[in-house]
Antibody, heavy 119, light 109 residues
Framework: QVQLVQSGAEVKKPGASVKVSCKAS????????ISWVRQAPGQGLEWMGW????????NYAQKLQGRVTMTTDTSTSTAYMELRSLRSDDTAVYYC????????????WGQGTLVTVSS | EIVMTQSPATLSVSPGERATLSCRAS??????LAWYQQKPGQAPRLLIY???TRATGIPARFSGSGSGTEFTLTISSLQSEDFAVYYC???????????FGQGTRLEIK
């Protein structure tokens, strides 16, 4: 069965960076993309960007351009999302999701990683 | 940029009744529209994609309709486990880009 397992919760200070991992299993990793979505406390879903696990192509949300980097390691079927220059409003649960580009949806989701930014 | 608007923000319905949730796109998204259900403390779950196709394992009481700019998610007979927040999502195929609506909270009346 398809599974996406994310790394554990993080607490960071303003200005620091965080790197969240997402290990995929149960499917051919390079046949799908990975999207990252975050959700601030009590708020809705915000798409952060997409990476092709096939060739590493990326597309980031405009508001995060310059602060976010998404990568993959095909040898371990793991996707990574790094967010730099953290601010308090980056406090959120971060999700990875398998991106079924051809069918225009996100069909499997990780369990989420809480990132807390606080001084 | 396409904006997705869901209505109402909160919907109060009694168990066993029908719930109808709406989603409007600021410009045509064809049928590239999906619906997700999210319960407290859980990741979103895909319900509907392609505007009307139920995802694997989703009960038949969930149905989606619409195309272009107007979409509807209908839950025909609400069960206790259906009370949650529902999000619509549009998808731009290239470059891949996702936009979510702000969500509709479905609560017990």
């Amino acid at each position: 069965q398809v599974q996406l397992v994310q790394s554990g919760a993080e607490v960071k200070k303003p200005g620091a960076s965080v790197k969240v991992s997402c290990k995929a299993s149960g499917y051919t990793f390079t046949s799908y993309g990975i999207s990252w979505v975050r959700q601030a406390p009590g708020q809705g879903l915000e798409w952060m960007g997409w990476i092709s696990a096939y060739n590493g192509n990326t597309n980031y949300a405009q508001k995060l351009q310059g602060r976010v980097t998404m990568t993959t390691d095909t040898s371990t079927s793991t996707a990574y999302m790094e967010l730099r220059s953290l601010r308090s409003d980056d406090t959120a649960v971060y999700y990875c999701a398998r991106d079924n580009t051809a069918m225009a949806h996100l069909d499997y989701w990780g369990q989420g990683t809480l990132v807390t930014v606080s001084s | 940029e396409i904006v997705m608007t869901q209505s109402p923000a909160t919907l109060s319905v009694s168990p066993g009744e029908r719930a109808t949730l709406s989603c409007r796109a600021s410009q045509s998204v064809s049928s590239n529209l999906a619906w997700y259900q999210q319960k407290p403390g859980q990741a979103p779950r895909l319900l509907i994609y392609g505007a009307s196709t139920r995802a694997t394992g989703i009960p038949a009481r969930f149905s989606g309709s619409g195309s272009g700019t107007e979409f509807t998610l209908t839950i025909s007979s609400l069960q206790s486990e259906d009370f949650a927040v529902y999000y619509c999502q549009q998808y731009n195929n290239w470059p891949p880009k996702v936009t979510f609506g702000q969500g509709t909270r479905l609560e017990i009346k």
